[in-house]
């Protein structure tokens, strides 16, 4: 019995107490589950765009090979692929590698690429490094371009013209000369005779043959890129969007280099879908026709380590294509005005572009010469292809006897 009531007086204590524990627990605010998007492996990427005459399609994956357990460091292997309208395709392949600071709230990027661009057949291969800079409010890119030499040749044609005809003439002349004698049965002798023969020989040849050959070159050029822009304040409390000016320089084989701008302005309305607009101060790094580009691109988180747990790589994703909604909260719900609102940042947005894919050109910049005469062939008539005309003129000049 005294048992029975120990029993019971322990349980009552301990019922007590946790009902006090959950009192206080209460009490306090539960702590926030952290995003899933964040911290999330890998990024695929796909992304459309067009010119004015042509569309652009393309896939890039971005999967990291080594990744720290805080996430302040990561080194990654990044596989792109593009294919144009006009049946041109590229691939590239690269490392890259990049680390968060913490003071400044910074990241440090460097990448090396080995790049393949076909044009209609004609394949150059190219190797480029990068550096990379990232913070919330200013963004800076520098991207070397390293083609291996080579001019191609292309679109070749021929004419052939006929040459005029040919016509050459020589003349011979051959005199004879006729004695009158010195008199005859009535005494009155003829005169003396010149005879003089002219012979005119006209040969003319048939038309011969003047064959032309034209060509175009093209050739992969070596260069850079700088790209340097940051966020637009309050713009990014719906939509992240950054602007950017660039330079690019590219060094022509033909004498006629690539020295101009760029421009870019792009635009998140949520964290995985990107639009952007890109211009170009010189046609040759889109295409050689066009300027300007837009394109739209999704960027797909993922996790192969959840395969490990029986889970799916896309485990969160639906984060990433959440907007993050106006970037400020009420600290007094039952306020008024604008006095109430306190601006706060949008959530993980530095840790979010550790899996931000890589800007640089992907593709060998080619350059291209106008058409030119690379050889002149003229065939001359053969002589069984040649007329002769004969003409003679016989004139005779009679001498007068002198009696």
């Not at 005294?2 to 007086?9: A, C, H, W």
């Not at 964040?38 to 067009?50: A, E, Q, R, V």
């Not at 004698?181 to 002798?189: N, R």
């Not at 300027?291 to 990433?320: C, K, M, Y």
Request: aromatic share 12%; net charge negative.
């Amino acid at each position: 019995m005294n048992s029975l009531r120990s029993n019971y007086f322990a349980a009552s204590i301990v019922f007590l107490c946790s009902g006090a524990v959950a009192r206080l627990e209460a009490g306090r605010p539960l702590p926030e589950a952290p995003p899933t998007y964040g911290p999330l492996d890998g990024t695929l990427t796909l992304d459309l765009g067009f010119t004015a005459d042509r569309i652009e399609g393309g896939a890039n994956l971005l999967a990291p090979l080594y990744r720290d357990p805080n996430g302040k460091s990561m080194f990654f292997l990044d596989g792109n692929w593009s294919g144009k309208g006009d049946g041109n395709e590229n691939g590239s392949a690269g490392l890259g590698f990049r680390h968060r600071f913490d003071d400044p709230d910074i990241i440090i990027g460097f990448n090396a690429f080995y790049d393949y661009g076909d044009y209609s057949g004609r394949g150059y291969n190219q190797f480029g490094v990068g550096f990379e800079l990232l913070s919330k409010w200013v963004d800076f890119r520098a991207n070397g371009y390293f083609p291996s030499h080579s001019v191609k040749h292309f679109d070749r044609y021929s004419t052939t013209k006929l040459t005029p005809r040919k016509t050459t003439s020589s003349t011979t002349s051959d005199s004879v000369f006729i004695d009158g004698g010195e008199g005859g049965f009535f005494d009155d002798p003829p005169p003396d005779t010149l005879v003089t023969t002219t012979t005119t020989r006209l040969t003319t040849s048939k038309h011969g043959t003047k064959r032309r050959t034209f060509e175009r070159r093209e050739g992969s050029m070596p260069g850079f890129d700088l790209e340097l822009g940051g966020l637009v304040p309050y713009l990014d409390c719906w939509a992240e969007t950054r602007i950017y000016a660039g330079y690019a320089f590219f060094d022509d084989p033909f004498g006629h280099d690539i020295s101009c701008l760029t421009a870019r302005l792009e635009s998140r309305p949520v964290p995985a879908v990107v639009f952007d607009a890109q211009y170009k101060g010189d046609a040759r790094l889109l295409d050689g026709d066009n300027h300007w580009f837009f394109g739209a691109r999704v960027e797909i988180p993922f996790d192969l380590g959840n395969l490990l747990h029986g889970q799916s790589p896309f485990a969160g994703i639906t984060e990433a294509f959440t907007p993050q909604g106006p970037c400020w909260r009420d600290d007094d719900p039952g306020g008024i005005g604008q006095a109430d609102k306190k601006v706060i940042d949008p959530p993980n947005l530095m840790r979010n572009r550790m899996n931000e894919g890589i800007i640089r050109n992907w593709r060998p910049t080619v350059s291209r010469t106008g058409y030119e005469k690379i050889s002149e062939r003229t065939t001359k008539p053969r002589d069984d292809q040649s007329t002769t005309q004969v003409q003679q003129t016989v004139t005779i000049i009679q001498i007068p006897d002198d009696d």
